[in-house]
């Protein structure tokens, strides 16, 4: 994880959009996208995590949702 990944998805959840972590390693080579996410909260980003089924059916993914930019 880089800073410029962080960066990255910042500005892309704050242009309204979601992210799984397939979306995270297709758009932006990031592995590690709950990293990320956890560091985006920890300076006070107001990120949920919704849970959906996989195309297969079987088991699930988190897509992160930002809700509001820090103050």
Known sequence: ???TQLK???AYLKQGKTISQAEAIDLFN???LSAIIQ???N???????HRERNKS???????????EVAA
């Open 43 to 49: 300076a006070g980003y107001d990120i949920v995590t």
């Open 1 to 3: 994880m880089n800073s």
């Open 57 to 67: 059916g079987v088991g699930s993914h988190a897509r992160y949702e930002l809700k």
């Open 39 to 41: 560091r985006l909260r």
């Open 8 to 10: 990255k998805i910042l």
């Open 30 to 32: 990031c592995y590690r």
